[in-house]
């Protein structure tokens, strides 16, 4: 495949004698620090924090041979210096593009990558790049299961090793972290976010998005630049390639207009007799490959773990790419029926009091928080907060007011979830007034902090409840991620006597 990375350089596997400067030194940009240091590269590794606050991330950097030579590092701020003599820039992607160093190295032409699009200027095998709103993790972790089937049935009977399945992206590993051990037959299958896509110039030979829904308004500022940035996982396919779609979403099924591959879609309804893809029926979910192909039957609804509607549709999601992919429906059918869900999604931690209680900290915008709500019949004490993306309350709200018994709100984003529920709830006061019990006041308890908001559902809760953690807000006002959020959740529960 050609070079069209952008970046002004033809970038090699050989970087000896190479300065790039790396920014952010979370995962992402330890994980290509390495790999580039590993490849003769000299690194400058800058990040905002302390080098007290990234001891961990240092140490495991220095594991890596040649490190102690090849990197410096620069702490508590990004110096305008630290341009001097820099051949490339790798940008993490929790760091926003606009910062004054990024927009001086623009000035100065100095081209700009981040750890994806070297992993897709490199990687050996074919790669699917998956990205949507939301149901994008979900959808990468069953496609890898799906594909982990596959290779299985495909496996050599002499003993030989055969393909491998890498996951990993937006999600877990960074695949530049294992790109040296990937093979040419090999699949990748990564999750990517808008931050990652920002900078890119790049697309996978299969690449999906699940659907467009308001999210990171915070860093992309209009729904049109952030649709435009989705949009880039698409733009740079070639002819051969795939594009597989979400058909019920109008933002992403119209980006079908500009799609220069093999489109491929999901959805609830059946599609168009010409249209290849996957949809529901009473008997499960179908595959149609084609017009002149009879669709195929891939596995009944009551052989899908995952809780929720939206669950369905990323199960619909997994089929369609899979089957972009070459993937056999035999391998779909057993991916689905051992494909339990991943943690933090919706993810049961134990029975207390009577009640269930799941941790769904991975819902990091308030539809992620609604498409949790709508998985539960139950009675539901909801715990939400943390910090806000500037993103609209007013469907949670109505959602919220509808079907939570109890609302625990904690974090920066407790005033702001308050003040939507209120907006709300002036509305039906009439319809309350008059008894209409259609309508009821939401009870609402704010707290600071999670340890607080869980032992305050502990003394709600009543048999036959559901208490759920989603919390509609990202986790940095209190914690790392919303891996550490969620295992902080779930242990504080286990804890419960």
Not at 110 to 132: H, M, W
Not at 166 to 191: R, Y
Not at 427 to 435: N, W
Request: with cysteine.
């Amino acid at each position: 495949r050609h070079d069209r990375s952008g970046t002004g350089i033809r970038l090699m596997k050989d970087w000896s004698g190479r300065n790039v400067l790396i920014i952010g030194a979370a995962r992402q940009g330890i994980a290509a620090s390495a790999y580039l240091v590993r490849h003769g590269a000299h690194v400058v590794l800058t990040d905002l924090r302390s080098a007290q606050d990234l001891r961990s991330e240092i140490r495991s950097l220095e594991d890596t041979p040649g490190a102690a030579e090849q990197v410096r590092y620069e702490f508590g701020g990004h110096p305008v210096s630290l341009l001097s003599g820099v051949d490339l820039i790798c940008v993490s992607g929790g760091v926003p593009p606009t910062i004054p160093l990024i927009e001086e190295a623009r000035a100065r032409l100095i081209p700009l990558t981040n750890d994806s699009q070297l992993f897709l200027e490199f990687a050996a095998c074919r790669v699917i790049g998956i990205t949507g709103s939301s149901g994008k993790s979900t959808t990468t972790m069953l496609v890898g299961e799906i594909a982990r089937f596959a290779m299985e049935l495909n496996s050599s009977p002499n003993g030989k090793q055969g393909p491998d399945v890498w996951v990993g992206g937006n999600i877990g590993t960074p695949l530049i972290s294992i790109l040296d051990q990937i093979k040419q037959n090999d699949l990748a299958v990564m999750e990517l976010s808008s931050f990652q896509l920002e900078l890119m110039t790049r697309s996978p030979q299969i690449a999906a998005v699940l659907n467009i829904t308001p999210n990171h308004l915070d860093r992309h500022g209009s729904m049109e630049n952030y649709t435009q940035i989705k949009g880039r996982i698409l733009q740079y396919q070639e002819g051969t390639d795939a594009a597989v779609l979400g058909r019920d979403d109008p933002t992403a099924w119209k980006m079908a207009q500009n799609v220069h591959s093999n489109i491929w879609s999901f959805g609830f309804h059946k599609q168009d007799l010409l249209q290849r893809g996957t949809y529901l029926a009473a008997e499960g979910i179908f595959l149609r490959a084609g017009a002149e192909s009879q669709d195929l039957h891939v596995v009944h609804p009551g052989d899908i773990k995952l809780r929720g509607e939206h669950n369905l549709l990323n199960t619909l999601a997994a089929c369609a790419i899979a089957a972009a992919a070459g993937l056999p429906v035999k391998a779909m059918r057993e991916g689905i029926r051992s494909f339990e869900g991943i943690p933090h999604r919706l993810e049961f931690v134990r029975n207390w009091g009577g009640a269930d209680w799941y941790n769904d900290s991975i819902a990091t915008a308030p539809e992620r928080a609604m498409a949790a709500i709508r998985s539960f019949d139950d009675p539901i004490i909801l715990l939400a907060g943390g910090r806000n993306k500037d993103l609209p309350w007013d469907d949670f709200a109505k959602l919220a007011n509808e079907r939570v018994k109890h609302l625990i709100v904690f974090g920066e984003a407790a005033e702001v979830i308050i003040h939507a529920i209120n907006d709300y709830q002036q509305i039906p006061a009439r319809e309350i007034a008059a008894g209409n019990k259609a309508f009821h006041q939401l009870p609402i308890t704010k707290l600071d902090r999670m340890e607080d908001a869980v032992l305050a559902a502990a003394k709600i809760v009543q048999p036959g409840d559901v208490v759920l953690l989603s919390p509609g807000g990202t986790s940095f006002d209190q914690f790392k991620d919303f891996e550490e959020r969620g295992e902080c959740f779930a242990q504080l529960v286990k804890d419960l006597t």
